[in-house]
């Protein structure tokens, strides 16, 4: 570790900044990190509450790997609740026990208890996020994830430093009893106080002036923003005043490099961007405004409010030392509106994998298997005797291909491992059940109701799959971030309107599709992604907006063991936590 250094700048401000790796390091064959899940006092908007925490961090630790590492993460839960860590975007190459969703590949870590999370990254290098997963404890349970690379970047501009920019959500309420209240009633959740920048509001918010991300630069030194998306519920937009981007990595993927006046990020997504401090500031704070605000596609209640914090450009006279400026606050120009679906497309369009000789995009050109399953949203007839406070006195569920996806109380994958053959079944529908106009219907007139099922899908190894993920209209459109363990995929095509299984795959891209863990499906729209399923085990796929996976919209696809020893998955490990 001595080839990183930590800077602190706002006392009582956690901000790390972490300096360019060497171009050559020696692998370390293994790294190890203790987590302890505790709870810890924290006072946002002038409210003190218990937040849960690892290490008494907010956000937690970040965690820097070498390309190639062994890690080995300890996590003791000192809470009476139970949980589990997801560690987003890492392949987990037989490894799937370290996987982390509850119920899925493990069942949770119960009080008192440890479990020791053992996994290698294998070509990988890059940002990614860790989360907790299990309920909504992503609310406060996140960090950075960060690889780096063997080989020096495929990019020549010079980086000064690496400036991690994790977002988050801030509730004054107790977040559990946010999603007990919305399961119970059925209702839609309230939605959160305020969005946060590396666990800190900003200065639009209440008693916040004092919780502001003040990140330093020097003139005429390039920065690498390693940029991530850990809010529960919302995408969200991303500027710098007088500034631009230059997007050189998504989701740990290498991309072609292009300029961009700002960017959106989906919740589970990472990107990377150059930023040159090639201004002159307009004062003697010598601060810009950066700024994040949601991507607004949905007609449910929403947190409508802006994080904001500042880049300072580095004086020789310092007057004011890392303190806020005084009000008032303008948001940077080129921060796009919360409605503007075109610029989140244009966006999308333009990335691009490496697609070079040392980065290859490796997209199945042909596949042996198309599924395509609706995402959206459904209302259910109430239940006789209870009280629901959905849309028409309903309930509010989520489904793919009209299943709604039900935990079973034991973890999927040892089921399988086992071959047990209960508390789930592998007959995920690979087809909508029924043929409708997906984003033309009625939002409300059609009958909503869902199925309620464990149902995944069960593929050989090396299976070339095609996925498309068809939005629908039911009680809105909506862009749904959707994440797939286990593995990398390519988005080869996008659109709006319906799929349409004889055109639309004349227009994909099987040249350089950008490669992902997290797809942002267009609102009232469709993405398809193919992946080639070479991970044995079981895999989660999931809305990462969490009230939509509350709600059910997941489902799960098994990829059955190779002929040889290399192809399967490992043995449990022996402190796997039991059910």
Same mark, same amino acid.
């Given at each position: 570790m001595e080839s990183f250094f930590y800077q602190l700048f706002l006392v009582g401000i956690f901000l790390v900044t972490f300096p360019v790796p060497p171009s050559s390091s020696s692998s370390i064959p293994s790294k190890h990190f203790q987590f302890n899940v505790e709870w810890k006092k924290v006072t946002r908007l002038c409210h003190t509450k218990q937040l849960l925490t690892i290490n008494g961090e907010y956000p937690g630790p970040t965690i820097i790997i070498n390309e190639g590492d062994n890690v080995q993460v300890k996590v003791t839960n000192r809470v009476a609740r139970n949980t589990t860590i997801h560690w987003h975007g890492i392949r987990q190459l037989r490894t799937g026990w370290a996987d982390g969703p509850a119920y899925i590949t493990q069942c949770p870590i119960g009080t008192g208890k440890t479990y020791t999370y053992n996994f290698t990254v294998i070509n990988q290098r890059g940002t990614l996020l860790w989360h907790a997963h299990y309920s909504?404890?992503?609310?406060? =349970?996140?960090?950075?994830? @960060? @690889?780096?690379?063997?080989?020096?970047?495929?990019?020549?501009?010079? =980086?000064?430093?690496?400036?991690?920019? #994790?977002?988050?959500?801030?509730?004054?309420? %107790?977040? %559990?009893?946010?999603?007990?209240?919305?399961?119970?009633?059925?209702?839609?959740?309230?939605?959160?106080?305020?969005?946060?920048?590396?666990?800190?509001?900003?200065?639009?918010?209440?008693?916040? #002036?004092? %919780?502001?991300? @003040?990140?330093? =630069?020097?003139?005429?030194?390039?920065?690498? +923003?390693? #940029?991530?998306?850990?809010?529960?519920?919302?995408? +969200?937009?991303?500027?710098?005043?007088?500034?631009?981007?230059?997007?050189?990595?998504?989701?740990? =993927?290498?991309?072609?490099?292009?300029?961009?006046?700002? #960017?959106?990020?989906?919740?589970?997504?990472?990107?990377?961007?150059?930023?040159?401090?090639?201004?002159?500031?307009g004062d003697s704070t010598g601060m810009f405004v950066m700024a994040a605000r949601p991507y607004l596609t949905s007609v449910f209640p929403f947190d409508n409010s802006t994080t904001i914090g500042f880049l300072k450009y580095k004086t020789t006279m310092e007057i004011e030392r890392n303190k806020a400026p005084s009000p008032p606050y303008i948001l940077p120009s080129n921060l796009p509106p919360m409605v503007d679906t075109a610029f989140a497309t244009n966006f999308s369009n333009q990335l691009r994998s490496l697609a070079s000789v040392d980065y290859p995009c490796n997209v199945p050109k042909e596949v042996e298997k198309r599924v395509i399953t609706t995402i959206g949203l459904n209302l259910q007839d109430c239940p006789v005797n209870q009280t629901c406070k959905g849309y028409r006195n309903k309930r509010f569920y989520a489904s793919m291909n009209n299943q709604s996806f039900i935990r079973p109380s034991r973890s999927v994958l040892e089921s399988h491992y086992w071959k047990l053959k209960t508390g789930y079944a592998s007959d995920f529908p690979e087809k909508p059940p029924h043929v409708f106009n997906y984003t033309g219907v009625d939002p409300v007139a059609e009958n909503m109701n869902t199925e309620f099922s464990t149902r995944l899908l069960e593929v050989p190894y090396g299976t070339k799959l095609e996925i498309v993920l068809q939005d629908t209209n039911f009680l809105n459109p909506e862009n749904h971030p959707i994440h797939v363990h286990g593995h990398n995929f390519f988005i080869v095509g996008r659109g709006f309107g319906n799929f349409d299984v004889d055109k639309d795959p004349a227009g994909y891209n099987l040249v350089d599709p950008p490669e992902r863990n997290t797809v942002a499906v267009p609102v009232g729209g469709w993405a398809a992604i193919r992946i080639t399923a070479d991970n044995p085990g079981v895999w989660f796929i999931h809305c990462h907006l969490e009230e939509h996976t509350s709600w059910g919209l997941a489902m799960g696809f098994i990829v059955k063991k190779g002929p040889e020893s290399s192809q399967c998955l490992l043995p449990p490990p022996s402190d796997l936590p039991p059910c």
């Open positions: 909504w404890q992503r609310a406060s =349970v996140y960090g950075a994830f @960060i @690889i780096y690379p063997r080989m020096p970047f495929p990019f020549s501009a010079p =980086v000064q430093a690496h400036i991690p920019i #994790i977002f988050g959500e801030w509730w004054n309420a %107790d977040v %559990d009893a946010v999603e007990n209240e919305m399961m119970l009633y059925g209702g839609g959740p309230n939605s959160s106080d305020a969005y946060t920048i590396n666990g800190l509001p900003g200065p639009l918010y209440p008693c916040s #002036i004092k %919780d502001t991300l @003040i990140q330093t =630069v020097e003139r005429g030194k390039t920065y690498l +923003l390693r #940029i991530i998306n850990a809010a529960l519920n919302d995408e +969200l937009f991303f500027a710098v005043a007088n500034h631009t981007l230059t997007v050189v990595e998504i989701d740990a =993927v290498y991309t072609k490099p292009f300029t961009t006046s700002a #960017i959106m990020i989906a919740p589970g997504q990472t990107t990377n961007v150059l930023l040159t401090a090639n201004q002159i500031p």
